[in-house]
């Protein structure tokens, strides 16, 4: 009887102390938050779809929004992104390491815009993770005004359509010379969905990264406390505008599953299933300072901490870094596309001139989609001589103009 209500006691204490931690935790979080709403310098966005003109294109922000509706600005992270439809299959593994808003651009110019409007309602009513795609994503339509679709229903209307569940999702399998994009060969405007997505996000910081990049899980409440506790008070407010996390980026082999977590990440490292992030085509772009170092520390909790600090200055000039800043770092220049390549390079230098520092963050990182790619895929010859000449003859100048010039930043 005796040794019953003992065990009994030690559960009701073992109940006592578990809860206790629990809302210690809760609490530790709930002051994280007061304090980035005290330091970070946001506006609360409304909400709402809108239907704009913008530089040739139309634009449909918040077109299908996300049911989570209204968000403090200071409060979480949004992965920006853009896509055209055929990339929707990586939605819902990004969405379930996210777990945080997600706003999408879509470039739909012309027939596209049907298939890509099913591919949305598929994954909000199909998909098993449906359920991640209604609650956090948020969908922004564009296409060229010479490429307007037939009709543009509502949103509302759109979102009352019913899809076939037993019918293969309208994006697996699509060809580029079966989508009308292909057929009319439209440059990929991917700079308009950059800056899209960025804008539209209710969120103060963003993560802009590529929809085929999934980052660690847990990042968002990871980096919510470790801006809190270690980045806000170390540094002026004004200098915490210049200053981003960088996420290292990795490939692994197509038959692996990706690591979720450091230590995964450098065993795979070590044994070759994982390798630097397009390592084939250009490992310049994404090697940046201390990689091997980076590899070797061994982390010891979930926590994240700057592991080291880099510019993008020379010899670093052709490094392709991906980070959480956020809305207020320089924008992507919209006449760049992604046939004509160097599409990131001006925003880039305009952080240089400015002076970012980019803190590369020890304990969180991004992964492509299983698969190593090997060789550059097509890009247009073109296309990138017009972006060469644009860059040389016009936005350089521009950019001298407007951001100034620093040594040892090149584009
Ligand atoms: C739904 O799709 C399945 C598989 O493609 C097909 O067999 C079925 O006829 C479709 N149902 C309707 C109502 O269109
Ligand atoms: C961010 O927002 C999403 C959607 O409302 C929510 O599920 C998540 O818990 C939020 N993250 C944090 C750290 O509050
Ligand atoms: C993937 O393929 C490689 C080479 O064929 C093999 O060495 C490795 O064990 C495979 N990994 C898994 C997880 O099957
Ligand atoms: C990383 O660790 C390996 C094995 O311990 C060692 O040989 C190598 O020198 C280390 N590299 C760096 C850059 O620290």
């Not at 070590?270 to 994404?286: E, K």
């Not at 596309?337 to 160097?342: A, C, D, I, L, T």
């Amino acid at each position: 009887m005796h040794g019953l209500l003992g065990v009994l006691f030690l559960v009701i204490i073992l109940i006592f102390v578990l809860t206790a931690s629990s809302t210690d935790d809760e609490e530790s979080f709930s002051w994280d938050l007061q304090n980035l709403q005290r330091f970070v310098k946001c506006r609360d966005k409304h909400y709402e779809g809108t239907k704009e003109f913008y530089f040739n294109y139309w634009v449909l922000k918040n077109y299908i929004r996300a049911e989570h509706g209204p968000l403090s600005c200071f409060s979480n992270v949004t992965y920006t992104t853009h896509a055209d439809y055929r990339y929707l299959d990586n939605l819902v593994p990004l969405l379930e390491r996210w777990r945080s808003p997600l706003s999408l651009a879509l470039y739909a110019p012309g027939a596209d815009f049907q298939p890509t409007l099913d591919s949305i309602l598929w994954l909000r009513q199909c998909h098993p993770g449906s359920h991640l795609v209604r609650e956090l994503t948020s969908f922004h339509f564009y296409f060229d005004v010479n490429h307007l679709p037939q009709v543009v229903p509502r949103s509302k209307v759109a979102l009352r359509k019913e899809v076939n569940c037993s019918a293969p999702p309208p994006y697996k399998n699509v060809k580029m010379d079966q989508m009308y994009r292909g057929q009319k060969r439209l440059d990929y405007p991917v700079n308009i969905g950059r800056n899209l997505a960025r804008f539209a996000s209710l969120t103060h910081f963003v993560l802009a990264s590529d929809i085929e990049l999934y980052p660690t899980p847990g990042l968002v409440p990871n980096y919510l406390k470790f801006y809190s506790r270690k980045v806000l008070g170390k540094h002026g407010i004004v200098s915490l505008s210049r200053l981003v996390h960088v996420l290292r980026i990795f490939e692994v082999q197509a038959n692996e599953t990706i690591p979720k977590t450091k230590p995964e990440l450098q065993r795979m490292f070590r044994s070759g299933a994982a390798v630097l992030f397009h390592i084939n085509i250009c490992a310049d772009c994404h090697r940046g300072p201390l990689l091997e170092e980076w590899m070797n520390e061994t982390v010891k909790s979930q926590d994240l901490n700057v592991f080291n600090v880099a510019h993008r200055t020379q010899p670093y000039n052709t490094w392709e870094p991906i980070f959480i800043g956020t809305v207020d770092d320089p924008p992507y220049d919209e006449r760049l596309s992604w046939e004509g390549q160097r599409d990131k390079m001006t925003q880039a230098y305009a952080m240089c001139v400015l002076g970012y520092e980019f803190h590369i963050l020890d304990n969180a990182f991004l992964v492509h989609k299983p698969g190593i790619k090997r060789g550059r895929p097509h890009m247009g010859f073109f296309q990138a001589q017009r972006t060469d000449t644009l860059i040389n003859r016009k936005i350089l100048r521009e950019l001298h103009v407007m951001y100034g010039s620093r040594s040892g930043c090149l584009i």
